[in-house]
């Protein structure tokens, strides 16, 4: 089955406290997207990589830090510099970054509770 | 003005009905766009997409009117599993830019 995963579907940490929270993808597709939702608001970009080894910044990158050394792997880390870390993370990925006709697909979410 | 605005609802509707949603975007460049629906604490998952004037697929029919900036979703034979959150999302050019409103609720019953 081609998919995106995520896990885990809960985390729970500390304050102060780095997580990193994963994103797996089996659909060769070139571009990867990690967002947050938080109740209420619609889905904020936080970073994105069109290509393997690169990656941009989002419009809410702050606090946060992601690498893309494998095209099937997207992970992103939430640092204890995010002053508001709790949220609903998801991971999507496209075929084609550069064509705007192509749509994204997400994967299940992790639900992050920083306390 | 917001990039995306779509009335929240609740739309409570009873099973069987048509019922319409409007979104207005306001970045003249938008190109595509997509609906997406939303169930609770799920993620969203892509229910059509409209390139031209408009799609339809089923019981849904989306029509987009560039001039006026806005896009709209109807369903027609409601179903109580059509109950969610309706995510309308412009796109700017490059996949990387989709712009996701905050969604519509809708509620279907018995």
């Known amino acids: 089955d081609g998919g995106i995963t995520q896990s885990p579907k809960y985390l729970f940490r500390k304050e102060g406290q780095n997580v990193t929270l994963s994103c797996e993808q089996n659909l060769n597709h070139d571009a990867m997207y990690w967002y947050r939702q938080d109740p209420g608001q619609g889905l904020r970009l936080i970073y994105y990589?069109?290509?393997?080894?690169?990656?941009q910044k989002g419009d809410i990158a702050e606090g946060y830090s992601v690498s893309r050394e494998k095209k099937e792997s997207f992970p992103l880390t939430v640092t204890s510099a995010q002053k508001n870390p709790t949220a609903f993370y998801l991971c999507?990925?496209?075929?084609?970054?550069?064509?705007?006709?192509?749509?994204?697909?997400f994967g299940p979410g992790t639900r992050l509770t920083v306390t | 003005r917001k990039e995306v605005e779509q009335d929240p609802g609740p739309f409570n509707v009873p099973e069987g009905a048509t019922v319409a949603f409007n979104c207005t975007y306001s970045?003249?460049?938008?190109?595509?766009f997509f609906w997406y629906r939303q169930d609770c604490r799920k993620e969203p998952k892509l229910l059509m997409s409209v390139y031209s004037s408009g799609n339809e697929d089923g019981r849904f029919t989306a029509q987009l009117n560039r001039a006026s900036q806005y896009i709209s979703l109807l369903i027609r034979d409601s179903k109580l599993s059509d109950s969610a959150t309706y995510l309308c999302v412009p796109s700017t050019g490059t996949a990387s830019k989709l712009t996701f409103g905050t969604g519509t609720r809708l509620q279907v019953t018995l």
């Open positions: 970045n003249s460049a938008s190109q595509s």
């Open positions: 999507a990925s496209s075929i084609d970054p550069t064509e705007s006709s192509y749509e994204q697909y």
């Open positions: 990589s069109q290509i393997v080894n690169d990656f």
